[in-house]
């Protein structure tokens, strides 16, 4: 079984950029492919600060994602709490996110 036929979910990814006269704008990403696994879980953000995960997603190592970040999972937002890239002897595998 490949890791593709695992990734059965969709997410939107919403972003925000600051142009160059600090105006923000958001774009959104939309439906991308990944592994939803939901479940409360206490993980340390990138600050250092513990705190509660709602889910934890899987995604193609090719996927960038952000920590300002927002995914959209079933209609609700939820902001990025920790990125990790996932290793094999050679190469990066997969990305798990953890969300809020």
Request: charged share 25%; net charge positive.
């Amino acid at each position: 079984m490949s890791f593709n036929s695992l990734l059965i979910d969709t997410v939107d990814i919403v972003s925000k950029t600051i142009d160059k006269w600090q105006h923000a704008t958001e774009s959104t990403a939309l439906s991308i492919r990944c592994r939803v696994m939901r479940g409360t879980q206490i993980v340390r953000n990138n600050r250092g600060e513990e705190v509660v995960s709602y889910a934890k997603l899987f995604f193609l190592p090719s996927q960038t994602i952000q920590h300002d970040d927002r995914l959209k999972i079933d209609g609700a937002e939820h902001p990025v709490v920790k990125i990790s890239k996932v290793s094999n002897s050679n190469s990066i595998h997969h990305l798990e996110v953890w969300v809020s």
